[in-house]
């Protein structure tokens, strides 16, 4: 398995927002961002606030993929 936050960069996207956004909005800090951009795993927490951020379901920021 294998987390992929392709939705989350297409929602950015489409909005005009960046992940540098994000944190200078003090939502995610530039350690978070770096495992995002890894592909690497965040606390479930995190993702609660990027939806929220958003207004998006978790569907739009995160997908698990074989």
């Known amino acids: 398995m294998m987390i992929s936050y392709d939705p989350l960069h297409k929602t ?3 909005r005009g927002l960046t ?3 994000m944190r ?3 939502l ?3 350690r978070t ?3 995002i951009n890894k592909g ?5 927490s995190t993702i609660e606030k990027i ?3 958003l207004d998006v379901p ?7 993929t074989k």
């Open 12 to 14: 950015l996207e489409e």
């Open 33 to 35: 961002i770096a495992r």
């Open 28 to 30: 995610l800090n530039s």
């Open 58 to 64: 978790i569907e739009k920021v995160v997908r698990i």
């Open 24 to 26: 200078k909005n003090k």
């Open 51 to 53: 939806c929220v951020f």
């Open 19 to 21: 992940m540098n956004e």
């Open 40 to 44: 690497q795993s965040v606390n479930l």
